[in-house]
Structures are given as C-alpha cells and as structure tokens.
C-alpha cells in the first residue's frame, strides 16, 4: 500500500457504514435538485494550484491616528475667559472652541480698525487726489494689520466682522476655532488661566481612522511590506486594515521593530491605548493545491471533501491529507487532484445529510 492510497482506504470503513444503512440504501442523500443544492447553499469550485499567504500574529496597541491629529494652541500669550467645548465633543471645522482675551490682540485690533478707516477715506478719494506714497501707505498700515491679527490665530469672518462692529469690538478677545474637524480628546485647562503661546489647549482626533503599532522580531518583520493586508482583532470582532510603513530601526529595549497599521473606525470600536491582536498576510513563494478551511469536513475523524459525482446533482466524499491553514486556505497534500470540482461552501451541509441517513432520518 503506497501512501497515495491511504486517504481512500481511510475512507472505506466510512463508505461501508453508509451503505450499510437501510436509510441509505433507499435513497443517497447525496443526490440533490437544483433546489436542494441551492437551499444547502452548495456552490461547486475547481481544485487549482494558488499560492497561499502566511499570517503572522502580533501583539498591537492602538494609537490615534497622527495625520488626523491637530493640535489646538494660541499663538500669542492670552488670557481664557470662557470654554466653547468640552472633553468628548464631537466639533466641526469652523466651531469657537474657547474665548481668549490678549493685550497683544486689543492693540493690532484697534491699529486695524484705524488703519482701515484710513484706508477707506483715502481709496474714496481715489490715486489721483492722493500721493502714491499716501495711497500705499494707507493700504499697506491695514495689510500689515490684519495679517499680524490673522498670524494671532483670528480667520477672516473674525476680522471681517471686527471692522465691521467699529472700535467698540477692539476689546482683545476672541475665539479659538477649531482648524478641523474632529472629538476633542484633550482640554487641559482653566477658565481664568494664563495660556502662553504655542501651549496646547486641545487635541482633535478625525477618529474616522485609527493606527495599530504592532511590535515584531526583526526578522518576521523583514518579511512585512507596505500595503500587506492585516486583520484586527479586538472586542471578539475582526477589522481589516494595512500596512502603512515599517519601522527601520529596531528597539534598543525590545529588540522589536514597529510596524504601523491603520484600520478604518468608522463605527468607533477602537480606541486609543487599547490592546489588539493584529493578524498581518504575508505573501508565500509556495504554491500548493488548496481549499478554503470551510471545504474541509471529518467524517470518522477523517479529513474529507466533497467533489461532484458521476450523475447530475451526484455528490461524493473523498478522504483527502490535509497541510497548513493560512489565511482562511487549506493545503491538500494528497486525497484530489488539480481540476476535480469540488465542494467550496456547503460541505457541512452535505455531512448532516449523511448523518441524518444514518441515523434514519429524512
């Protein structure tokens, strides 16, 4: 007996127990209509050659995504008055986030207001009842100004309608906007508090996507490439993602490379400082005959596969030897050849019908 015979023979004793069944004998609970094949969910593929992906598990920890990340900080020594927002909001581009009042901020307002005015009477007047130097002189004071109040942190609605309200709004405050979209996941200050430039008052994260930074040996993580699909398990769920870049340093401390991956978040399940099991695909140079894992059933704890029999509709179990599953694939070693068609969804449909033969049960 040669090793290529073992998964039929294998399969005998389980053959012979069927037809040994009086249920079995009166009719094949293999042999289906179209509707019961369609009812079973049995769609027919063939055996084929494809080159099977290798999966390295890793452990991961969620991070904010950094390229949707903003930092909100005023760029001139201010003063809070008064919180917009909140620890959780969810805000839009454009929304006052904080009131902030500035020495600096009350004396470019007012040379704005004057400046403009000046430039409004001398424009009335027109190029040719003015010097050239009046002329830009005026115009260059009220350029000078609002771009000093923009550089501030103001937008241009806020200047629009501070020239507009005249010197009554010359007053020094103004509001902190935010630069976009995003949930405000960091405001650690105080009303009344004195806020130097360039120190952060809040962060917005678009947490519409999120990073995982998984950490591997150096030589798994040679084998990762950007772009490599990952899937990521957290909460009894599975997110897909990819790899974005691999880490070229390794960690001094660990010895572990960092590989980022970013996983889409739309549906908010994923958070920052949580812990996550990333499963990253790692293309083979292997090519063997494979089926998806689902194709795979026992039957007298014997690895099997269903392939399409002689008569329409006809189904046949074949013992087969199985290798490795990766990435939802199968490998067969031995049992079918490339070509045969076989079961690839509703092979456990098709062993509750042997079960239910044997057991004498329509």
Same mark, same amino acid.
């Given at each position: 007996?040669?090793?290529? &015979? ?12 069927? *037809? ?42 969620? !991070?904010?995504?950094?390229?949707? =990340?903003?930092?909100? /900080?005023? +760029? ?9 927002? !909140? ?23 007012? #040379?704005?207001?004057?400046?403009? #005015? ?5 424009? %009335?007047?027109?190029a040719q009842a003015v ?18 109040? !923009? ?6 609605? &806020?200047?629009? $309608?501070?020239? !507009? $309200?005249?010197? /009554?709004?010359?007053?020094g405050s103004f509001e902190?906007?935010?630069? %976009?979209?995003? +949930? ?29 930074? *998984? ?6 993580? *040679? ?21 974005? #870049? ?9 010895? =572990?490379?960092?590989?980022?991956? &970013? ?16 499963? @990253?695909? @790692?293309? %083979?140079?292997? $090519? ?43 490998? @067969?070693?031995?049992? @079918? ?26």
């Open positions: 007996m040669t090793l290529r &015979q073992t998964p039929r023979i294998l399969l005998l004793p389980l053959l012979a127990l069927m *037809a040994a069944s009086p249920a079995f004998a009166a009719t094949n609970p293999l042999l289906l209509d179209p509707a019961a094949i369609k009812a079973a969910g049995i769609v027919v593929d063939t055996l084929a050659v494809r080159t099977v992906s290798d999966q390295v598990k890793a452990p991961g920890e969620v !991070k904010v995504d950094a390229y949707n =990340t903003v930092l909100v /900080s005023p +760029r001139v020594a201010s003063q809070v008055i008064a919180r917009k927002a !909140k620890l959780g909001d969810i805000v839009t581009a454009g929304t006052p986030l904080v009131v902030l009042s500035s020495v600096e901020v009350a004396e470019t307002q007012g #040379q704005l207001i004057v400046a403009s #005015q000046d430039w409004q009477r001398v424009a %009335s007047l027109g010097s050239a130097r009046r002329y830009n002189e005026a115009l260059v004071q009220r350029d000078q100004a609002r771009a000093k109040l !923009k550089a501030y942190g103001l937008s241009d609605g &806020q200047i629009a $309608r501070l020239i !507009k $309200r005249g010197s /009554s709004a010359a007053d902190l906007l935010a630069p %976009s979209a995003g +949930r405000v996941t960091t405001d650690d200050f105080l009303v009344g508090e004195r806020i130097e430039p360039g120190r952060p008052l809040f962060t917005l994260v678009s947490e519409s996507s999120v990073w995982v930074e *998984a950490r591997l040996a150096p030589a798994v993580a *040679a084998q990762v490439n950007e772009g490599d699909a990952v899937t990521v398990v957290a909460h009894g769920a599975e997110l897909p993602g990819k790899v974005l #870049q691999r880490s070229h340093q390794t960690d001094e401390k660990t010895r =572990t490379v960092a590989v980022r991956i &970013q996983v889409p978040n739309a549906s908010d399940q994923l958070h920052a400082g949580e812990l996550v099991e990333s499963r @990253i695909a @790692i293309a %083979s140079t292997s $090519r063997h005959l494979a089926v998806p894992a689902e194709a795979v059933v026992l039957l007298q704890n014997q690895a099997t596969v269903f392939v399409r029999g002689k008569a329409p509709g006809e189904f046949e179990p074949v013992a087969v030897e199985v290798g490795d599953t990766r990435g939802g694939w199968t490998a @067969i070693k031995q049992g @079918i050849s490339a070509g045969v068609p076989y079961v690839r969804q509703g092979a456990f449909a098709l062993k509750a019908r042997i079960l239910r033969s044997q057991l004498g049960e329509d």
